[in-house]
C-alpha cells in the first residue's frame, strides 16, 4: 500500500557534535533527548558553555529525561510544556543568535519537521542543521485536499482529522510544511478504502 | 490563418472540443510504437507553419477558454499561485518574456509597447489594456508572474538555481497532471520529481538535471510528456482528486471515443536573464480518442503504445481501470500496417 522509496524523504544523520560552534543549541523531543545524553563522555566543559538545551517532554514523560539533560549543566536549559511553546522559545533564541551557532533537532520526524521550519523561516539552510529521528514513527501529515494537517499518524490509510476523508499516507515530505503527503485513497470508488495498517509506530 | 478562439468548458457539461485544424496540429507525443521515459530534450525553436511550434509560446483556439478556467481555479483556491519573496527579479523576467513572446507570434492579438520603463500591453482576447512600470510590482493589479500567468496559457513554474540544484519556487499551476505546488514549493528537481517511478533508477533525473543546470540565454528546449484524462478536465490537481477521480469509473466501451482524452505536456525551459532562475511552461493539450482516430497513423501507434507500456507506468499514470477498454475500442482503428517514423501526421 504504501508508495515507497520516494526521493523527498528526508534523512537524518545523527547529531554529530561540531566542535568549532561558538554556541550549540539542543532541540529535544520526548526520547530524542538520548541522541545528547548517549553522548555525555564527548560534551567537555567547552560545549557545556556554550549550549543551550530546550526539551520537551511528551511521550516520554516521567521517564526522568529532563533531570538528565538537567544535571549535564549546560549554560542554559529549559523544559516546555509542549511543542508550541517549545518552538515559541526557539524561535527567540534563534533570532538573537550569532554567526557560529549550531542547531541540534532530535525527536520524532514530526517534531524534527517543525522545528526544522522555524529555522528554515529565520533563514538557516536546511543542510546546515543536524538531525536525528528517535522514537515513535509517528508522522505528520498534510491533507492535500483540506490541507489541514494531522500529528502523531501511526496508520496508513488514515482518517484526515479535519475533512474526515481516508488519506493514503505518501513518503513525500515537504521540509516548508514539515509534514508527509496524504492523498484521498478511494477518491475513484468512495468506500472502498482497505483497511488501515499500523506502519508507522 | 487566423485565430477564432472558442467559447468551451473544462468542467460540468464539458464543452472542450478540437476542430479538425486544430487536431492536425495536435502534440501527438510518440514518435514510434512504443515509450519509455529518457532526456527527450531538444532545442526550442520554431518549426512549420501549422504546427504548434510555428511560435515558441503557442496560442490557440482554446486560449480565452482556458483563462477563464484558470481563473474559476484560482478563486476557489487562490493557493495555485505562489512565489517565494526572493523569486521577484525572476518574476519580471517571466512577465517580459511571455509578453514578447506573445506579442511577436500574434501581433493581432497582443501588443507590448515598451517606453523605457513604461510599458503598455494589450491583450484583445481578453479585453486588457494595462500601462505600468516595469519593475514596480504596485503597478499591476497582480504580483508580476500572477499576471502574465492569467494571460498564457499552461502551467508556470519558475525555478530558481543554487547550490549545484534547481529549486521549485513559484509558480502558477492550474492544469496540472496530480502534482501540487503547494506541497512542492520549496523543493529541488530530485525532491519534487520524488513521486516518479523508475526513472530516478535509470539515472533520467541525474543527467536532466546537468542538462537544465547548463541552460544558456537564448536557447531553450523543450520536451513531451504524457498521460490521459477522463473528460476534458484542465484541473487534475491532487487538491481535486475526490472530485475527478471517480470520473475513471465511468469510462465504457460506448464512451470511450468521447470520454477517454490523451493529455500532453510540451515542455519549455527557458533561461531567464537577471534572475538566472529557469521559466519552466508546461503547456497542456487535450484530445478525445474520436479526435485521435481522424488521423490514421496516430490511430494506429496509440494502441500499440498503450499494449507496451511498463505496469509501474500505467499505475503512475493512472490509467489501470480503463487501458484495456481503450486499447479495444482503439484496435478497430488499428490495421496492423507499420507506421512511418516521427510523430507528424502522414
Known sequence: ?201 | MSLVFKQETFRDDFTYRNSPANIRRFPFPFDRDEYMYSVNMEPHVKGRPGTVFENLIDVDEHYVSEMRDRALVLKEDPLRYQALPHMMSAQWDTLELLMEEQAAGYPEHFTLIRNGDQWRWINRPLGIDDTFTFGDPSTLPYEPLEYISRQTQGDICVVDQRDGNLWMDAGMVTTQADWSLDFDIGMNFMEWHGPVPLAHQIGVFDRALKFLLNLQLGKPVRRFNWTMTINPRLDTSPENYPKWGPDRTTVTPENVGEKVHLRVELQSLWRLPRSNAILFVIRCYLMNMEELVTVPKWARRFPRVLKTLPPELIDYKGLTRYRQTTIDWLEKFDDGAPTSPGFWPD
Request: glycine share 10%; charged share 20%; with cysteine.
Open chain 1, 1 to 201: 500500500m504504501l508508495v515507497e522509496g520516494i526521493k523527498s524523504r528526508p534523512v537524518y544523520r545523527g547529531l554529530t557534535l561540531q566542535r568549532h560552534a561558538r554556541r550549540h543549541l539542543f532541540v529535544l523531543e520526548g526520547e530524542g533527548a538520548h541522541a545528547l545524553l548517549d553522548q555525555t563522555d564527548r560534551l567537555d566543559e567547552t560545549i557545556l558553555s556554550r549550549s543551550e538545551i530546550l526539551y520537551v517532554a511528551r511521550g516520554s514523560q516521567g521517564k526522568g529525561h529532563d533531570q538528565a539533560l538537567q544535571q549535564l549543566g549546560a549554560d542554559m536549559f529549559f523544559t516546555a510544556p509542549t511543542i508550541p511553546t517549545l518552538l515559541f522559545r526557539l524561535k527567540v533564541s534563534l533570532s538573537t543568535a550569532h554567526m557560529g551557532t549550531r542547531l541540534y533537532i532530535a525527536g520524532t520526524e514530526g517534531f524534527i519537521g517543525q522545528a526544522m521550519m522555524v529555522a528554515l523561516e529565520l533563514g538557516m539552510d536546511h543542510a546546515s542543521i543536524l538531525t536525528e529521528h528517535r522514537g515513535s514513527l509517528a508522522r505528520r501529515v498534510q491533507c492535500v485536499h483540506c490541507k489541514g494537517i494531522t500529528d502523531d499518524v501511526t496508520q496508513t490509510p488514515f482518517t484526515c482529522s479535519h475533512c474526515g476523508l481516508p488519506l493514503l499516507v505518501r513518503d513525500h515530505y515537504s521540509r516548508r510544511l514539515g509534514a508527509f503527503q496524504g492523498v484521498n485513497i478511494d477518491a475513484e470508488e468512495p468506500g472502498s478504502a482497505p483497511e488501515p495498517e499500523e506502519l508507522f509506530l
